[in-house]
C-alpha cells in the first residue's frame, strides 16, 4: 500500500459522474483542464472509464433515479478508489434540501466519500486544493 | 439490412450530463432516435411553492449552472408582471449587462464542447481559454463566477462599480477581435467545413412545426428573439437578431459566433450607459397581490418561460417553469433522421441541449401507450360511483343525517 501510496500521487487519473447536479460543478470541473487552470501539470486527468480511475468526482443532490447507477459505478470501480463530493449539494443537499428527489444528502448514505469540497460551486483553486490535501493524507 | 439498437449514456464520457439515447441505425443510416430523461430531476417547481419570492430566485437561478441569468430574469417578470412593478434605469442596464455577458460565455462554452465533439480540441482550448476573462469579469460584478445572485423584485440585488469599466473594455476588445478571427478560420478550414456543411438540416418546416426556439430556429431561418419580440428591458438597447437561412450545424456555429459579436456590442452600450445612470437600482417591493403573471426572457439556449400564480401570500402557489430545450430537443427527430451515425452526435449537441433546465416533470405512461393519469382518474370515478351504490343501500353516513336536520 505504500508503494501505491508513493505512485498515485504523481498521476492522478479522475473520472466525473454527474449526479442531477445543476450543471455548474460540472463546468467548473471540465474548466480545470483548459488552460487557464491545466491540471495537466499535476498528472491529473480525466479519463474515459470508472474503470482507469483513482479518484470519483460526484457532483449535484443524488436523485431517486441516479442513485442505484452511482452505487454500481462505485462497484465497477478498481479498489482503493478515492470519493470526492463536489459542490455543497453532495455535502449537504444545499437548497433542494427540502425537495421530494434528493436520495443522497450527504453523499455518504450511498457511497463511502473520502472528502466533500463545498461551495456553490467551488473554485477551480477550490477544486484543486481539495484533490491534493486528499492525497496529502497518504502514508 | 437489419436494424441494430445504440444505446448511448445515461453515464458516458462525451456527455457531460446524464441523458439515455436509444439510437435505431441501419447500417450506418440513424433511422429512429428515442431518449429518456429523468435523471436530472430535482422538482423544483415544488420546492419553488416553500419558499417565499426572493428566496424562488436563487433557487430558480440554480435549474441551471450555464444560463443561471435567464430564469431569475423571467422569474422576476412574472413576479413584476402581476402588479406591473417598475424598474429603475440602471437597473435595467444592469440586468441586460449581466444577461449578455452570460450569453457570451454560454456561447463560448458550447463552441468549445462542439469543438470536441468532433475531435478538434484545439477549437476547444481556445474558446475556454477566451472564457476565462468573462468568468473573472462576473467575480469581480456579482463576487461569484456563476451563480451571479444579481436578481431581485423591483431590480437588482447590488450595484454595479463603476470603476470597473476600463477594467471591462479590453476584455470585450479582445473577444471581439478573438471571434472575428474564429469566424473566419472555421469558414477557411477545409476540415471544419467539410465536417459541420450540410450536417444535420433542421428545415424552416420542421424548426416551425416542433416549435424550435432561440438560436436553433434562428439558424433556421425562423426570426424569433424575445428580447426584441418583448421589449422591456431591451428597448433601451440598439441591436440586430441574427438569422441564417441553412438549419445545418455549421450555421448553428456561426450563428452563435456572431451572437457573441452582438453581445458584446450591446454589453458596450450598457457600459457607456453606466457612468449617466446613477440613482437608485432596486424599487423595493414588499408585497405581491393575487392574480397570475408570466414571464419570458430570450436564454442563450432560446425563450425560458416562467408563470407564477399568487395568493397575497409572501410565496408562489404555482411556479411553472418552461426551459428551450423543452422545445429543442424534439427536433432530433427531423434533423437526426436519415444521417450517419457518426455525424448524429455533433447533431445532437447543436441545438445546446441543457437537461437540467429541462427535467421539471416526469409523465408516466402505462404499456398501452395511453395516459396513466387519464386511467387513475377514470379509477377514482368509478370507485366513488360503486361507493355511492353501496352506501345508498344501506344506513345513511353522519354527513347524511346533518343534511336532514
Known amino acids: ?139 | 439490412m437489419s436494424k441494430c439498437r445504440i444505446p448511448l449514456g445515461p453515464f458516458h464520457p462525451l456527455l457531460e450530463e446524464a441523458e439515455f439515447f436509444d439510437i435505431k441505425v441501419e447500417g450506418e443510416k440513424v433511422v429512429d432516435i428515442e431518449m429518456e430523461t429523468g435523471w436530472m430531476h430535482r422538482g423544483h417547481e415544488k420546492i419553488s411553492e416553500t419558499r417565499s419570492y426572493t428566496q424562488s430566485i436563487f433557487l430558480v437561478e440554480r435549474i441551471c449552472g450555464i444560463c443561471s441569468t435567464s430564469h431569475p430574469f423571467a422569474a422576476v417578470h412574472a413576479m413584476e408582471d402581476i402588479d406591473n412593478v417598475e424598474i429603475p434605469e440602471r437597473a435595467q442596464y444592469i440586468r441586460i449587462f449581466i444577461g449578455e455577458m452570460e450569453r457570451i460565455h454560454s456561447h463560448l462554452l458550447w463552441l468549445g464542447l462542439a469543438g470536441h465533439f468532433i475531435g478538434y480540441d484545439t477549437l476547444w482550448m481556445w474558446t475556454w481559454k477566451y472564457r476565462e476573462p468573462v468568468l473573472q469579469i462576473f467575480e469581480k460584478v456579482s463576487g461569484n463566477r456563476n451563480h451571479y445572485a444579481m436578481f431581485r423584485v423591483g431590480g437588482v440585488g447590488r450595484d454595479f462599480d463603476n470603476a470597473l469599466i476600463p477594467e471591462i473594455h479590453p476584455v470585450l476588445d479582445m473577444l471581439e477581435k478573438k471571434m472575428l478571427m474564429l469566424a473566419g478560420a472555421v469558414k477557411d478550414d477545409p476540415v471544419l467545413w467539410s465536417r459541420l456543411k450540410g450536417v444535420g438540416v433542421l428545415t424552416k418546416e420542421d424548426a416551425i412545426n416542433y416549435c424550435a426556439n432561440g438560436p436553433t430556429a434562428r439558424a433556421s431561418g425562423v426570426d424569433i428573439d424575445v428580447r426584441r419580440d418583448d421589449g422591456l428591458e431591451y428597448d433601451l438597447i440598439n441591436f440586430d437578431v441574427i438569422v441564417l437561412p441553412n438549419g445545418d450545424v455549421y450555421d448553428k456555429l456561426v450563428l452563435r459566433v456572431l451572437e457573441i459579436i452582438e453581445s458584446v456590442k450591446i454589453a458596450r452600450q450598457c457600459l457607456d450607459a453606466f457612468p449617466k445612470v446613477g440613482g437608485e437600482y432596486l424599487n423595493k417591493v414588499k408585497h405581491i397581490s393575487p392574480g397570475e403573471g408570466i414571464g419570458r426572457y430570450e436564454a442563450p439556449r432560446g425563450e425560458v418561460f416562467h408563470y407564477i400564480r399568487s395568493d397575497g401570500s409572501n410565496r408562489p402557489l404555482r411556479h411553472k417553469v418552461r426551459a428551450p430545450s423543452f422545445s429543442n430537443i424534439p427536433t432530433y427527430k427531423a434533423s437526426c433522421v436519415g444521417i450517419p451515425l457518426a455525424d448524429a452526435l455533433i447533431t445532437l449537441a447543436a441545438v445546446d441541449p441543457c437537461y437540467c433546465c429541462t427535467e421539471r416533470s416526469i409523465r408516466v405512461i402505462d404499456e398501452d401507450n395511453k395516459k396513466l393519469e387519464h386511467n387513475l382518474l377514470t379509477m377514482s370515478r368509478e370507485k366513488t360511483a360503486n361507493l355511492k351504490k353501496v352506501v345508498a343501500g344501506s344506513e345513511k353516513t353522519p354527513i347524511d343525517r346533518i343534511f336532514e336536520d
Open chain 1, 1 to 139: 500500500m505504500a508503494f501505491y501510496n508513493k505512485i498515485i500521487k504523481k498521476s492522478i487519473w479522475v473520472f466525473h459522474v454527474s449526479a442531477s447536479p445543476c450543471n455548474n460543478c460540472d463546468i467548473e470541473i471540465l474548466d480545470l483542464i483548459t488552460p487557464g487552470y491545466d491540471i495537466e501539470r499535476f498528472g491529473i486527468k480525466l479519463v474515459g472509464s470508472v474503470r482507469h480511475a483513482d479518484v470519483l468526482l460526484v457532483t449535484g443532490i443524488v436523485s431517486y433515479k441516479v442513485a442505484p447507477r452511482i452505487k454500481q459505478l462505485y462497484e465497477q470501480a478498481a479498489k482503493p478508489i478515492f470519493v470526492i463530493g463536489i459542490g455543497t449539494c453532495t455535502a449537504g443537499g444545499a437548497t433542494f434540501k427540502t425537495g421530494y428527489n434528493a436520495a443522497g444528502m450527504p453523499l455518504e448514505k450511498i457511497i463511502p466519500v473520502n472528502a466533500y469540497v463545498t461551495g456553490c460551486p467551488p473554485k477551480p483553486e477550490a477544486m484543486i486544493d481539495g484533490v491534493l490535501k486528499l492525497l496529502g493524507t497518504l502514508k
